[in-house]
């Protein structure tokens, strides 16, 4: 997954602030309490939204539901001033009961909405870290994968697939079946994640 230079700065601060609130000096795991004082101080946080959002981010930690990946790696990928809005990314990202609570909080504030976009793509993407994690995949079979990706892209530059005058890389040529089917590409992502194909 490719990040834009926002949220590339933005998930490591996000991780470690939620591996911070995580466990306490005894190494005990104290982050569900963590998160219930967090919560109850956003509205003293507010101030911080613009500038650190992801000392905010946290309380809406498992608040919220992805309905389509396509859109979050998508929004992963642009910088701030490309954001979709808030009202646009909630209609494929549900919020938990208690975090919609959160978010009447926060969309009071001028910055509120574009904070809920951020903070749903922080949690996006500390969640498919996770995912990536746990899945039985080792290393050594992603260190192949990268050489079959490398292997295949040098390949289509042999054959001029890459250089930029048509299909999806570039100027358009006609419907010649070249283009990328973001649908099927969906569907291969949702395969990878252990979901059933659609025929």
């Not at 859109?71 to 808030?86: D, G, I, R």
């Not at 951020?118 to 039985?136: D, F, G, H, M, W």
Request: net charge negative; proline share 4%.
């Amino acid at each position: 997954m490719k990040f834009s230079r926002f949220f590339e700065d933005l998930i490591s601060v996000y991780n470690a602030e939620l591996d911070d609130l995580r466990t306490d000096s005894e190494g005990k795991d104290i982050l569900r309490g963590r998160l219930i004082e967090k919560r109850e101080q956003l509205p003293f946080l507010l101030p911080m939204m613009a500038s650190n959002p992801e000392m905010l981010a946290v309380a809406f930690h498992t608040g919220f539901r992805f309905m389509n990946p396509l859109v979050m790696e998508s929004l992963a990928s642009k910088e701030a001033n490309k954001h979709p809005t808030w009202a646009e990314l909630s209609k494929t990202v549900k919020l938990e009961p208690w975090a919609e609570k959160l978010s009447e909080i926060v969309l009071k504030d001028a910055d509120g909405a574009a904070f809920m976009v951020t903070a749903a793509c922080l949690e996006y993407l500390n969640k498919s870290k996770q995912s990536r994690q746990s899945s039985p995949s080792t290393s050594a079979d992603e260190d192949d994968s990268d050489e079959q990706n490398e292997d295949g892209s040098e390949d289509l530059k042999e054959h001029g697939d890459l250089d930029g005058n048509y299909g999806r890389h570039g100027r358009d040529d006609g419907d010649d079946g070249d283009d990328y089917d973001l649908g099927e590409a969906g569907s291969d992502w949702l395969a990878e994640q252990g979901f059933d194909r659609k025929d």
